[in-house]
Nanobody, 123 residues
């Protein structure tokens, strides 16, 4: 089974930037599509961004387009989420996810989950 370990969360001021990392390990890890979800207090977990296993295709939820960038280092089996122009509404626990199906990944259907990392945007 693929194991996911996130890092990079923290406290940042409104308008600031933060980069999250997610390292994948295990059999076939470099052939998993990977993505990020987030869950704010009192809300359901929502899709944020995804990238195919080859790194050739990315997708974002509308609320982060133009501000967040997902990328991956295939050699390191690591995916990154560069978050710029952060807003208070970006405050959430961010979860890394992986799935062999990009469709299932984006819908959050039984992916492998990381443990989550807290991102707090304060004014």
């Amino acid at each position: 089974q693929v194991q996911l370990v996130e890092s990079g969360g923290g406290l940042v001021h409104t308008g600031g930037s933060l980069t999250l990392s997610c390292a994948a390990s295990g059999p076939g890890a470099n052939h998993y599509n990977m993505g990020w979800f987030r869950q704010a207090p009192g809300k359901e977990r929502e899709f944020v961004a995804a990238i195919t296993w080859s790194g050739g295709t990315t997708d974002y939820t509308n609320t982060v387009k133009g501000r967040f960038t997902i990328s991956r280092d295939i050699a390191k089996n690591t995916v990154y989420l560069q978050m710029d122009s952060l807003k208070s509404e970006d405050t959430a626990i961010y979860y890394c996810a992986a799935h062999r199906s990009i469709t299932a990944l984006k819908s959050g259907t039984n992916p492998r989950w990381g443990q989550g990392t807290q991102v707090t945007v304060s004014s």
